[in-house]
């Protein structure tokens, strides 16, 4: 229960020093909306607000289950084969390096302006940290309990099946949990490059057209929903990593 | 179980260009405990794991044979210090491990009555992190006898057990592994000459020992024999003849004698 005491306490914290900004610099609403003005737009437009935040919670989800599975096969795969990961690993690697931002123009470009290109973006963001995390937990079995292993005659597929995928289950964990925060990310990368829904549209046609108040409380929402999420992906993971 | 073979092992043993072990000469009595002793770093758990046939760091020359000339791969069971249990199965699926490995049905009711005799029947369901040390080792015992293999390679098993339990892991494991070829390593002078029907010093001498020394042809290899006392394994820890070879002992690993 103190948990979410602490939490009430941080976030009562973080709108006091909000407040408090704006005393301080005297800024325009239009530039800093007062808390209790973004509150007010926040009930106004809850079903707006509401509509969009559960198409990007869509992408983000689909993301999420899509992006998590083929980073759990892709580890699965490099683990299993050392040659494969030679080969695939440097690669992987490398398409770290192109910022995934950059490439939301041109997924827009080929899948379009609905959700297909936005779970994508968040397949793309999430991808990697899954696979690396848990391909670590594969490859970081101790020697002696292969060697066990091997010595019982137990085939390669087995191993993996009974030994290494439950050892690497902890490390999966913490991976998800990124991914959790990274995924929504994406989704909203994606509807600022091209969406007609979804919360990242809802704060590109806030700001344009000048409501601060409303770009917040989408902003809000976003943040709120990243949360839940973050803690929804903990306590499964607590699952995976409770041994 | 078929009959437990011999295992005589001749060669050397380098790595990354520097010797290891000089040209040994060693076999292991069929069905008998070898007892193995050396400093830390000499390759004990090296010559373990070259007789499992698995892959070591670097190269050995020379070869291990079983005396029945059968393949030596696939009939070994390995038991080492740290117990290897899988800490997401309870007891009972761990000691079935092997059989589930290699995609067989596993026979429960053989690795219930193994629990049985290692006293962790009314523990098959818990977790191995709700027993303790000793049940830990003991389900490791049932885990290796459940193999059946005829050659059992301990890696130091009871080696951070408490005097006590180690005591009666000693006792259990002599029953219940009677029969099979046994090659254990071990720091522990006491253990060595309190289980062995052959005792195995082994050490690595620098450059300085490349002639051979000028004593009886068994000392020429550096894997020496020690011969344990007369009496026939499981013997009485403290009986004169066992204190005087342990003292013995603990004189050559030191370099006393």
């Known amino acids: 229960m103190s948990g979410v005491r602490y939490a009430v306490s941080a976030t009562t914290c ?51 289950v899509l992006g998590s599975l083929l980073g759990v096969v892709t580890a699965v795969l490099l683990a299993s084969s050392d040659r494969l990961h030679r080969l695939v690993m440097p690669l992987l690697v490398f398409t770290q390096a192109v910022p995934v931002f950059a490439l939301a123009p041109v997924l827009t470009l080929w899948l379009g302006y609905g959700i297909i290109s936005k779970v994508m973006m968040a397949v793309l963001i999430i991808y990697f940290p899954v696979t690396s995390a848990f391909y670590d937990g594969l490859s970081r079995i101790p020697q002696n309990m292969l060697d066990m292993a091997m010595t019982m005659g137990g085939t390669k597929a087995q191993i993996m099946r009974r030994i290494r995928i439950p050892h690497a289950l902890p490390s999966l964990g913490t991976g998800l949990k990124l991914a959790a925060v990274y995924a929504p990310i994406g989704a909203v990368i994606g509807e600022w490059v091209g969406a007609s829904k979804g919360l990242g549209y809802l704060m590109l046609l806030a700001n344009g057209r000048a409501k601060t108040d409303l770009m917040f409380a989408s902003l809000i929402t976003l943040a709120a929903m990243t949360i839940a999420l973050y803690f929804a992906v903990n306590k499964a993971a607590a699952h995976l990593q409770r041994v | 179980m078929t009959q437990a073979p011999a295992i005589q092992i001749k060669g050397q043993y380098d790595m990354a260009g520097e010797r290891l072990f000089e040209p040994i000469d060693l076999t292991l009595p069929a069905g008998q405990w070898s007892c193995v002793l050396g400093r830390s770093g000499v390759g004990k758990s090296t010559l373990l794991r070259l007789i499992a046939g698995l892959e070591s760091a670097g190269t050995f020359t020379g070869n291990i044979v079983a005396s029945d000339k059968r393949p030596i791969q696939g009939r070994v069971s390995f038991m080492t210090q740290s117990d290897l249990l899988l800490p997401w199965l309870s007891v009972l699926e761990n000691i079935v491990l092997g059989a589930r490995l290699r995609n067989e049905t596993p026979d429960l009711t053989r690795a219930k009555g193994l629990l049985d005799r290692v006293g962790l029947l009314p523990w098959r369901e818990k977790k191995p992190a709700a027993l303790s040390g000793g049940m830990r080792q003991r389900a490791a015992l049932a885990r290796t006898l459940m193999e059946d293999r005829p050659i059992a390679l301990l890696d130091e098993p009871f080696s951070a057990l408490d005097a006590g339990t180690r005591a009666d892991m000693q006792e259990l494991s002599a029953q219940m592994l009677t029969g099979k070829t046994v090659l254990m390593v071990t720091h522990d002078p006491a253990e060595a000459v309190r289980l062995g029907h052959q005792i195995v010093v082994l050490t690595h001498e620098g450059a300085t020992l490349w002639h051979p020394p000028k004593t009886a042809p068994l000392r020429d290899q550096y894997a020496t024999l020690w011969h344990p006392p007369k009496t026939a394994p499981l013997r009485d820890q403290y009986a004169p003849e066992t204190t005087a070879c342990q003292a013995a002992l603990l004189a050559h690993l030191r370099g006393r004698q």
């Open chain 1, 14 to 64: 973080g709108v006091l020093l909000w407040q408090a900004l704006i005393w301080i610099t005297d800024a325009p609403h239009f530039i800093l909306p007062s808390p209790w003005l973004v509150a007010q737009a926040a009930w106004q437009n809850r079903l707006l607000i509401g509509e969009n935040a559960l198409f990007t919670l869509t992408e983000v989800g689909l993301g999420l």
